[in-house]
């Protein structure tokens, strides 16, 4: 089932953006290199706001302890976080994000 998150023209190239939809915290990237993948939201690690940190190619910083995912695959890279991400399949259609839940 398909699940849209936001319009494409509202998350930059090499940006990130917080979508809030049905309870749920989701982070939407869309890297330089023009791919986009959608993760939860909170750091694994204290839940920090990740959409408030950078992202760097594949690389999304945690704002507050510097924890490091890579966002394709949710894979904890650097310390204090040692848990993954969940990462949801993303599908742009009609000019919308959306993911498979």
Do not use: Q
């Not at 190239?13 to 939860?40: C, I, P, Q, S």
């Not at 750091?43 to 945690?62: A, K, M, R, V």
């Amino acid at each position: 089932m398909n699940f849209e998150l936001c319009k494409i023209e509202k998350v930059a190239l090499g940006g990130m953006k917080l979508v809030e939809k049905n309870g749920r915290r989701y982070l939407v990237a869309h890297t330089v290199t023009d791919e986009w993948f959608v993760t939860d939201e909170d750091c694994t690690h204290e839940t920090g706001p990740l959409s408030e940190g950078e992202l760097n190619n594949y690389e999304i910083t945690c704002p507050v302890h510097g924890a490091v995912f890579d966002c394709r695959t949710g894979e904890a890279m650097g310390l204090p976080a040692t848990e993954p991400l969940k990462i949801y399949k993303v599908k742009i259609k009609d000019n919308r994000v959306t993911i498979d839940i």
